[in-house]
């Protein structure tokens, strides 16, 4: 079956400096997306990058951006110049192709906090 | 408005009581998603509608019953619910469940209480 982890509950941050979050899966699958979601204290949940597991390019939003490692089934998100709106519970999703559907599958979340 | 709304936001129900959640979609979106989410644990999809039709039920108990009058609209029937039924339950939407790059948005949630 396939799984989502991330292994930081919890992640700080100065701001103005760079993060990076970790998210790993398990698929056997070859072809596939992977998401980050940002929810803020507010609850909603907002897309903020999406990467295509058929493309080597790593998907950049602004000051967001991806390093995958498909190989390594690895997926982490680095923010740089952070921000105190950044503050917020960041998700790793992946999505499969379940008999002609997609299924989304999330991780638990990591918390980023953004010390001024 | 635009996006995707919920309401209530907040709600506090016994666990006698009959209510319901809605959930409302601005972005021409053709499939609705209900998700549990608690505490310190992934997301939990509950059901997918596309088209109106539904398409994934996880194994979701009957005192949760969904219901989706068109592309627009998806309701969360509650029904004598349980304690460990508290949490915030989401509603997202899609364009097309079986579009290849099919990407889903959120809407604010409903704070469900159990008492």
């Known amino acids: 079956a396939q799984t989502v982890t991330q292994s930081q509950p919890e992640m700080s941050v100065q701001e103005a400096e760079t993060v990076t979050l970790s998210c790993t899966y398990d698929t056997s699958e070859s072809d596939y997306y992977l998401f980050w979601y940002k929810q803020p204290p507010s609850r909603q949940m907002i897309l903020v990058i999406r990467q295509e597991a058929y493309k080597q390019q790593n998907a950049t939003e602004n000051r967001f951006s991806v390093n995958f490692q498909k190989a390594a089934k690895s997926f982490s998100l680095k923010i740089s110049d952070s921000q105190l709106g950044d503050a917020a519970m960041y998700f790793c999703a992946y999505r499969r192709d379940y008999s002609g559907t997609y299924k989304y599958i999330f991780g638990t979340g990591t918390r980023l906090k953004v010390l001024a | 408005e635009t996006g995707v709304t919920q309401t209530p936001r907040h709600l506090v129900m016994g666990m006698t009581n009959k209510k319901s959640l809605k959930c409302e979609q601005h972005l021409g979106h053709n499939a609705m998603y209900w998700y549990k989410q608690s505490a310190k644990k992934p997301l939990e999809l509950m059901f997918v509608y596309n088209f109106k039709e539904q398409t994934e039920n996880n194994s979701v108990p009957s005192r949760f019953s969904p219901e989706c009058p068109n592309s627009s609209h998806l309701f969360l029937h509650l029904h004598t619910l349980q304690p460990e039924d508290s949490a915030l339950y989401l509603c997202?939407?899609?364009?097309?469940?079986?579009?290849?790059?099919?990407?889903?948005?959120f809407g604010p949630g409903t704070r469900l209480t159990v008492l």
């Open positions: 997202a939407s899609s364009q097309d469940n079986r579009g290849r790059t099919d990407t889903q948005y």
